[in-house]
């Protein structure tokens, strides 16, 4: 893929701000430089910037319709009604039932022993039939995972007749509900409230809930509009927590580092004003790990508060995970490394969304949610099977998504990308989408065949373009659709297939830019490798975590040429072991894919080289390297 280098200029005034940081801080030029493309104009704001507070959290009580939500969960939970938890089958949904269900069996009363809760039977089947780990479930909390296949994406006729037939009478849907609005009215009809925490994108009119938590609504003032739909669910849990758990006068890092949230006796919650220190028992602190899986794995920015969120949250990941992403930290082989972002995102958050994809979203939660150490290490090799079955799939499917646009004579002129297959697997096609965007680099669409002539599929789209907002200039033609600017789900008739694919590519094309269909690397700054020092790679530490919005930085430098030992590795000899100078210093690096490079750069030609920097240990020893991105002759 040929890539296009956008190195990122510094204006006059953000170089006063550079040389103002630089002296302040008494920090490198480059490390300073960073912090000004964040944005970041004084030292206070560095400071702040690299050291992230649970302080700097929005009021919940901000979030439209929040003070409704908070005063029927707590009519809900004080005269014992049964509660459903409803969420999405992808890694944000079940990550969102995992942390709700945590919070409210936190706040109930699970002090009986095993004996009791066997002799009053509430050890039994859990939601669809299916055993709950040992511990069991408060008898007053129950949840529901739809299947994919059967009902969709979103409240199904299936769940609420399910939350009906257990005696529920409320149901908080999780990263879905802002467009059930039918489904929401039969919910009411059958005598069940439902309070919606969603993220997505609103529809024209919104359901008849008791509330609606999602701060894209166009009255919501909430200040931050990028949460996860665990992220939604998280500030209710917040907003519970500040109304009926804690003393209020307390911050809100106080809360969580010194436990603000505790069981009274007999598993009443305490009032206003909390419970004495010596007593409290925090919970909210432990399930932002939940949040961080959400985050990292639905492609929301890691900026503001869901970087706040995020950082936390790893920290809990690495100090104290649950016993569920313990074991499959284990399976995946991660164990025994500190974690990152990066490992949310393509070792975690990958086997849990497997779960949804290949079989049921409900063993993920299942995995979530139990303490047993053996349960959870049975269920992580089950979720691994399934990512292994999974990508099997996926790479069938993409190879033969690709062959179908090569025999497409008219692919080379468009601007967007759509196909179909009637055997492709449901599971995988959102994946396959981001494939296939990453080979042509343009929004595109994978659908699948459903039943009763209704096909479905999933869009990604490319940097800076709002593929929502593109379906949305046909919805007329769909039969439902959901996300946001990135990523969305849809669904249609197949006889309105070959309009929409026409009506899709002519929406892309009159709104797309071209500099959208290349794709770019954007480089912070150009390096000497005399820059790349160890205080200079402990400022870079110090603004993770990294994601969309706040990328991990893109350095180039120049003139490079072969130190001692370039050379192609790997089992067929495929990727770039780096050994260059400047003439001045040295440093290594691995470039994946471009062993094509080798004999260029062992003739002694010079090359330009845009990387990443990480650490490499290797026999106890540690040295900053790079990891490269691209490389072109200089």
């Not at 936190?106 to 669809?128: F, T």
């Not at 939350?163 to 009809?189: F, R």
């Not at 009443?268 to 004495?276: A, H, K």
Request: net charge negative.
């Amino acid at each position: 893929m040929t890539y296009q280098w956008n190195i990122r200029h510094l204006t006059a005034v953000e170089q006063e701000v550079q040389q103002q940081l630089e002296r302040e801080l008494n920090i490198s030029s480059a490390a300073a430089r960073m912090l000004v493309v964040r944005g970041i104009q004084t030292a206070d704001e560095a400071r702040a910037f690299v050291r992230p507070s649970l302080d700097n959290l929005h009021d919940p009580f901000l979030m439209k319709d929040m003070e409704k939500a908070v005063e029927r969960l707590h009519q809900a939970i004080t005269q014992g009604e049964k509660i459903l938890i409803y969420g999405d089958y992808d890694v944000d949904g079940t990550t969102a039932v995992a942390l709700m269900y945590r919070f409210l069996e936190g706040i109930m009363d699970n002090g009986r022993s095993q004996s009791e809760l066997m002799d009053n039977g509430q050890i039994a089947n859990s939601p669809q039939g299916v055993q709950y780990p040992i511990g069991g479930t408060p008898s007053n909390i129950d949840y529901y995972i739809p299947d994919r296949y059967t009902e969709g994406y979103g409240v199904s006729t299936q769940g609420i007749d399910y939350a009906a037939e257990q005696g529920c009478n409320l149901i908080i849907t999780l990263d879905c509900g802002i467009k059930a609005v039918e489904k929401i009215a039969y919910a009411n009809s059958k005598g069940i409230d439902v309070i919606v925490c969603d993220h997505h994108t609103p529809g024209h009119d919104l359901p008849n809930a008791v509330a609606v938590l999602n701060m894209k609504r166009k009255d919501c003032l909430y200040p931050f509009k990028e949460l996860s739909g665990c992220g939604v669910g998280f500030k209710l849990a917040q907003a519970y927590t500040q109304r009926y758990l804690v003393d209020n006068g307390r911050s809100q890092s106080e809360l969580m580092d010194n436990g603000p949230i505790a069981n009274s006796p007999q598993g009443v919650p305490y009032p206003i004003g909390g419970t004495p220190s010596n007593s409290e028992v925090s919970i909210l602190l432990p399930l932002l790990q939940l949040l961080a899986m959400s985050i990292a794995s639905d492609i929301v920015p890691i900026t503001g508060e869901n970087r706040i969120l995020a950082h936390f949250g790893i920290q809990q990941l690495n100090k104290a995970p649950f016993t569920g992403l313990s074991a499959i930290m284990q399976v995946a082989g991660i164990e025994a490394k500190k974690l990152t972002i990066n490992d949310l995102v393509y070792k975690i958050g990958p086997r849990i969304n497997a779960c949804g994809r290949m079989k049921s979203g409900r063993a993920a939660v299942e995995l979530l949610l139990t303490d047993d150490p053996v349960f959870a290490r049975q269920q992580a090799e089950e979720v691994n099977q399934h990512n292994e079955d999974r990508r099997d799939c996926d790479t069938e499917t993409t190879k033969e998504a690709l062959l179908q646009l090569q025999d497409d004579p008219a692919f080379a002129n468009r601007r967007s990308t759509v196909v179909y297959a009637p055997h492709w697997h449901k599971g995988v096609v959102g994946i396959v989408a981001s494939r296939l965007t990453e080979t042509y680099y343009r929004p595109t669409i994978v659908l699948t065949a459903g039943e009763d002539g209704i096909i479905s599929g999933s869009a990604r789209s490319v940097g800076g373009f709002d593929i929502y907002t593109a379906i949305d200039s046909c919805s007329d033609l769909l039969t439902n659709f959901g996300g946001h600017k990135y990523a969305a789900g849809l669904s249609m008739h197949i006889n309105d297939l070959p309009e929409f694919k026409q009506r899709f590519e002519a929406y892309v094309a009159a709104h797309i830019q071209p500099n959208q269909l290349q794709p770019t690397l954007d480089i912070e700054a150009e390096l000497q490798l005399g820059d790349i020092t160890k205080s200079f790679y402990n400022v870079l530490r110090h603004l993770e975590p990294f994601g969309p919005g706040n990328p991990r930085p893109l350095f180039v430098s120049r003139r490079l040429i072969n130190h001692r030992d370039t050379r192609a590795v790997g089992k067929e000899r495929e990727h770039l072991r780096l050994d260059v100078t400047d003439r001045k210093n040295a440093i290594t690096g691995i470039a994946f894919g471009r062993a094509d490079m080798a004999e260029y750069m062992q003739n002694g030609n010079a090359v330009d080289i845009c990387y990443e920097l990480n650490e490499n240990t290797f026999n106890h020893y540690t040295t900053i390297q790079m990891m490269v991105q691209d490389i072109k002759p200089s």
